[in-house]
């Protein structure tokens, strides 16, 4: 009899979830007696792009070198589509599109020729898959240029084209905005959620701009010496969760102190501040709550002017996960 977790498919996924493309399980690494990737684990699912974040020597890059295969594990095992990289390397790795640091090319030649290099060395990419992941990151126009000629960008862009000829299930890249102006930056955003929408391919990025992560990212996994410390959704998939959640909304009011006096009196409601002079009252309250104490401060004629979410940024929630210690 097949053995099976209650509500998880043959594949070991929730229905109606995207299947988990990379599993990282317990995977430590250490150099002599120091570990510098200590038991950690997370998953990350098809068409997803989730930010690896930590500060400097939390172990990102170690961690995404054994991923890939540059550097062995000490204990542990990352699987790719269910495929162990310890035990099946080139199976696994087969499923994978990455650039660790800078995309390297032949300068002297033009980005199409740099790709049917790579064509060369790798079964199954047709002309059409050229043309097809051209214009998937915006490059039709400079194929026939020398790579010498490029801009940061665009040389990133084409580190993109190559790492996804194979159709990868999952692209890994390690700091791919260094050294990008703020409309290259932009672009390798947009580029990246359009391959994650379009391609349905899984993205994982190691980055210390924060802001940027928290604009390009659906998740974040944060570590801090070589450990788990916390994940957190974000943008869209974070909005939908949080109808279940507390949140903190300052209201500005015509009269603070009532308003005071009527919101102590609703159960779900925990008073968090409160601002006579600046007519303001701050509480948190549960998502879905937000329309009842409206109504509750209307029904006692207390006009209300603004109601504003207390929403700490990723850097602000960051440097609370990590105690403070330098962003890399």
Not at 85 to 104: C, L, T, W, Y
Not at 133 to 160: F, P
Not at 237 to 255: G, I, L, M, P, Q
Not at 296 to 316: C, H, M, P, Q, T
């Amino acid at each position: 009899m097949e053995n099976t977790v209650p509500g998880l498919d043959a594949a070991g996924n929730l229905p109606g979830r995207e299947p988990v493309v990379l599993s990282v399980k317990q995977v430590t690494k250490r150099i002599g007696s120091k570990p510098i990737v200590d038991k950690l684990s997370f998953d990350i699912r098809r068409g997803e792009i989730v930010g690896l974040l930590g500060p400097n020597g939390a172990g990102k890059t170690t961690t995404i070198r054994m991923i890939v295969g540059l550097i062995g594990m000490t204990e542990g095992d990352v699987q790719v589509k269910g495929v162990s990289v310890r035990q099946q390397f080139s199976k696994a790795i087969a499923h994978v599109g990455a650039i660790i640091e800078n995309p390297e090319f032949y300068p002297y030649m033009t980005g199409y020729d740099n790709l049917k290099q790579y064509q060369r060395m790798s079964e199954g990419i047709t002309e059409e898959r050229i043309q097809e992941v051209t214009r998937l990151v915006g490059l039709e126009k400079a194929m026939n240029k020398r790579v010498k000629a490029y801009s940061l960008g665009m040389r990133q862009r084409l580190g993109i084209a190559q790492a996804l000829l194979h159709r990868p299930s999952i692209l890994i890249l390690d700091e791919p905005t260094n050294g990008l102006d703020p409309a290259g930056i932009r672009e390798m955003r947009d580029y990246l959620k359009r391959i994650a929408a379009e391609e349905g391919i899984a993205v994982l990025v190691s980055s210390h701009l924060l802001a940027e992560m928290e604009l390009m990212c659906n998740r974040v996994v944060v570590i801090q010496e070589g450990k788990f410390v916390t994940e957190r959704t974000l943008g869209e998939a974070a909005e939908k969760e949080k109808a279940e959640e507390r949140v903190n909304v300052t209201f500005r009011v015509s009269d603070a102190e009532a308003a005071k006096v009527r919101l102590v009196r609703m159960e779900e409601i925990r008073l968090l501040g409160l601002s006579p002079e600046r007519k303001e009252v701050t509480i948190s309250v549960r998502d879905n709550y937000i329309p009842r104490v409206v109504g509750a401060l209307g029904g006692e004629g207390i006009a209300i002017y603004r109601i504003e979410e207390v929403k700490a940024s990723l850097e602000d929630e960051f440097l609370k996960w990590t105690g403070g210690n330098q962003i890399a």
